[in-house]
């Protein structure tokens, strides 16, 4: 599933920085029902918090599902990816720090 989102989505986000990829990357979330907010922490840093998580039923008895979130999140992003919050361990949504 992520693949075939990753090789649909990788062309929106050809000739855009890193802020411009992560914008792209929260209005791709946000069409597919995670309900996105964003920050920029710093000049190459920034959070994005997923309130809805559509797969977090799957994900509670497949936790590799959100291994291939990051990863997804990653390739797409091309930049690191640290989760910092996480529904499936009891938080009220998941969030990822991403840096260049």
Known sequence: R????ASSNREKMKGKDLAGRVNTLCQILNQNDYMVESEQLGQNKFVIRLLNCP???V????PQACSCEKQYLSDLLQAKVERDHHIIKGQT???YI???
């Open 55 to 57: 797969i977090s039923k």
């Open 98 to 100: 991403i840096r260049k």
């Open 2 to 5: 992520f693949r075939r989102a």
């Open 59 to 62: 994900a509670r008895e497949y």
């Open 93 to 95: 949504y998941c969030s």
